[in-house]
């Protein structure tokens, strides 16, 4: 089930009001922690998250999608700051029972290493909707196509069925700044689509051109593709999943599998080639796990060398 919509508006307001009469803040930090939480809350609506009930997880990947931004390291303190106060503010006011943001590490880094999936959770993932009732088909099709194209979940609910083309295995997509983009579909998605659109012709009734709809015809949002990752995520033990976490593992699997960065970049929609390197650190990160974990000489101790006698 998607999540209620808080009234985080409101909260927003009520914390800098706190600020100002109960810490007295000068007006220009309270502008900055007012930009601080307005980023906040417009990422949190576009993913379909609450911030009443946002996780450190998901802060972690709003940090990872601001990674590619110049901040100065001023901002990056004054941000957690932000996030702190504010979510220690909701807890004392009763609103929260936990503060995301306590154990938040510092960004003292230029980038935050985005959570991703191995394959084979991915395929663990992917083998977790019922394909014999209608809404497990589409919930595959959704999977599939999210995996395979690193689709955001605001590009992924605006999909029109004209948009993809099964034939060349391609979709057209608007992403972020409303630029669009070509990005490819591979074979297992499209044949996944295929199947969900074969029996939406057999067995509904609906003028949606939305390639992703209810069992109603009413397209789906970002709260209920969120939650239903969520849940298919859980159902298999896998913690912390959502739709970006996908994104990410479309992104750092070709990495790891020696993609062109630029073309990464290009299928991704990153209007800026570092936020896109981010990748380049997790392959790095990674393969110097497996070296430490299966190099039989990766921790042995040197011995002091003896001295050659004269």
Not at 57 to 68: F, H, K, N, V
Not at 113 to 122: E, G, I, R
Not at 183 to 203: D, I, M, Q
Request: overall charge positive; some cysteine; glycine content about 6%.
């Amino acid at each position: 089930m998607p999540q209620t919509p808080s009234n985080s508006r409101d909260h927003i307001r009520e914390y800098l009001s706190y600020l100002r009469v109960e810490k007295g803040l000068a007006e220009n930090s309270l502008v900055a922690y007012r930009n601080d939480l307005a980023k906040l809350k417009e990422w949190s609506d576009k993913n379909g998250l609450d911030l009443l009930t946002i996780t450190r997880t998901d802060l972690r990947e709003w940090l990872i999608d601001l990674s590619g931004k110049m901040l100065s390291e001023n901002s990056k303190r004054r941000l957690l700051s932000s996030l702190r106060g504010f979510y220690k503010f909701l807890m004392f006011e009763g609103h929260s029972t936990e503060n995301p943001a306590e154990n938040l590490d510092s960004p003292s880094k230029s980038f935050y290493l985005p959570k991703f999936l191995n394959q084979a959770d991915v395929e663990l993932l992917l083998s977790q909707p019922d394909t014999s009732v209608e809404t497990g088909l589409r919930d595959r099709a959704v999977l599939e196509l999210l995996y395979s194209s690193g689709l955001r979940v605001s590009e992924a609910v605006n999909i029109q069925i004209r948009d993809i083309d099964l034939d060349s295995g391609v979709l057209t997509t608007t992403g972020k700044g409303s630029k669009t983009r070509r990005v490819p579909v591979g074979t297992s998605a499209v044949e996944w689509v295929k199947s969900y659109l074969a029996y939406r012709r057999n067995h509904e009734n609906t003028g949606s051109q939305n390639l992703f709809v209810s069992p109603a015809g009413r397209p789906l949002n970002r709260q209920i593709i969120h939650s239903m990752i969520k849940e298919y995520a859980e159902k298999c033990g896998l913690e912390g999943v959502s739709p970006h976490t996908l994104r990410h593992s479309f992104a750092t699997h070709l990495v790891q599998n020696r993609a062109d960065i630029r073309s990464v970049q290009q299928m991704l929609g990153h209007a800026d080639i570092s936020t896109t390197q981010i990748y380049t650190h997790i392959t790095d990160s990674h393969l110097k796990s497996s070296y430490e974990r299966f190099h039989p000489r990766s921790r042995v101790q040197p011995t002091e060398p003896e001295v050659p006698k004269k």
